[in-house]
């Protein structure tokens, strides 16, 4: 098969070796579990129990009526012993609901009945989705229901699962893939169904050829779906670089996959749905990679949502603390964000935890611009994040608008080979967070008016 790949990017050392050649194991269940209202895209959920409830695995236990959000469940049995604001993996503070454990598991396999696609309607499979709180487990957390609904007029022609995981130290989709090849495709096929797509596609980096083998293998003979592999390279899995690359097909800036026949989900995602038809199960747990210098034992980790950071890590053995100064992250060191505190808990889109060690950290001094354009023959959206950086770094909304900045898609390249060591995906985003808040401040005067 002949190996695709979008025009630009890099190629950053990936450092997969230290987790990709292991089995997934399954986390202890914790004792105390902290699950924030906010764990996807779009309208934060209202509460459903209040302190000393009694709840069980699975149950729901906030919900809203907005279109663009997800449930949430919880994700071990007990008792709700708070709920607060409690620090979030995305950086700030949100609601949330702490429920302290009885011990009790429930075993969801044991009603496990396999569900022919073919019997069940694709409304119905939308509504399962919807109700089992499943989002993008990719990261970005968008709701997957709403991806499954397009507006009238917009036809799906296929669908492509996101195999590639191309952020370095991460492999918890490889894993995936290598463990649960039959899993990804069923919900596969269940994607197709509900969008109405005759084909599709998974699109997985040549450097993981045990998951191509054992996706090829689950695929067998069907003509319906088909691998496409692709160039080991940095961001290859970003939506557009990735329907690109797949298809040949380019979606235009403020455009959506959608509009170029497209809907894109991750592999996990795919298993998210298996399980949530067939077991009849919500999202209240996922597959992480805990990798970095900075772990005594990397490896993946299949850990119940509302976990803390700390109690991951220390089931990896803990920090190294003979290495020094330490970033721990959430994500991967490319678009991941800095945590101030493990007691913040693994949420639906937490792919990772890595911690980065004293000689893996850039540094944070930065010189001036020396305008090598190094960052603009790298950046995958054909920006200039050199002007854009400065932009943001002073506030300048209608300049970055001006600039296109919203098309970024915060991939970190431009920062990665900036030879100044200038931070511009920080102040990209900064700049990024005060047109949102133009935004909103505009929105809510104009419904005032």
């Not at 993996?89 to 429920?99: C, L």
């Not at 296929?158 to 995936?176: K, Q, Y």
């Not at 969008?195 to 998974?202: D, M, N, R, S, T």
Request: charged share 25%.
């Amino acid at each position: 098969m002949a190996i695709k790949t979008f025009d630009r990017g890099i190629h950053p050392s990936y450092h997969k070796e230290l987790t990709s050649g292991g089995r997934i194991e399954r986390a202890a269940l914790p004792k105390l579990v902290i699950i924030p209202l906010q764990q996807h895209a779009g309208a934060p959920c209202e509460l459903l129990v209040k302190k000393g409830d009694l709840v069980q695995e699975g149950q729901k236990i906030a919900d809203v009526k907005a279109f663009v959000s997800a449930p949430i469940h919880a994700s071990i049995s007990g008792k709700v012993k708070d709920i607060d604001l409690a620090d979030h993996p995305g950086g700030s503070r949100a609601m949330a609901i702490t429920i302290e454990g009885d011990g009790l598991m429930r075993d969801w396999v044991a009603g496990a009945v396999q569900t022919d696609i073919s019997a069940i309607s694709a409304d119905a499979l939308r509504d399962i989705i919807r109700e089992a709180g499943i989002v993008g487990m990719g990261g970005a957390a968008f709701p997957t229901s709403v991806k499954l609904s397009p507006p009238k007029g917009k036809t799906i022609d296929t669908v492509i699962l996101n195999g590639c995981e191309c952020e370095p130290f991460l492999t918890a989709d490889h894993r995936i893939m290598v463990e649960e090849a039959g899993a990804v495709i069923w919900g596969l096929r269940a994607l197709m169904k509900a969008v109405g797509a005759g084909a599709g596609l998974i699109g997985i980096e040549e450097n993981k050829p045990d998951a191509i083998d054992a996706l090829d293998k689950a695929v067998g003979s069907s003509n319906d779906i088909r691998l496409v592999i692709l160039e080991t390279k940095y961001p290859q899995g970003a939506e557009k670089m990735l329907i690109a690359a797949a298809m040949g097909r380019k979606v235009p800036t403020g455009k959506l996959p959608l509009d170029v026949g497209v809907v894109v989900n991750n592999v996990g995602t795919a298993v998210a749905i298996y399980e949530a038809v067939n077991l009849k199960k919500p999202l209240i747990e996922r597959v992480v990679t805990i990798s970095g210098n900075g772990v005594t034992a990397p490896k993946n980790l299949r850990v119940r949502v509302g976990t803390t950071f700390e109690e991951v890590i220390g089931q990896c053995g803990g920090l190294k603390t003979s290495e020094g100064d330490m970033e721990v992250l959430n994500g991967g060191p490319m678009m991941g964000i800095t945590q101030s505190t493990l007691t913040v808990p693994v949420i639906k889109g937490t792919s990772g935890i890595t911690v980065l060690t004293a000689r893996q950290i850039k540094p944070v001094a930065y010189d001036p611009c020396i305008k090598c354009s190094s960052c603009v023959e790298v950046c995958p959206m054909g920006l200039m994040p050199y002007r854009l950086g400065d932009y943001g770094r002073a506030h300048r909304t209608d300049d970055l608008k001006a600039w296109d900045a919203l098309a970024c898609i915060e991939c970190g390249c431009c920062s990665y080979v900036c030879p100044a060591k200038r931070p511009l995906l920080h102040w990209i985003r900064v700049g990024k967070l005060k047109i949102r808040e133009e935004a909103a401040k505009a929105a809510a005067k104009a419904a005032k008016a």
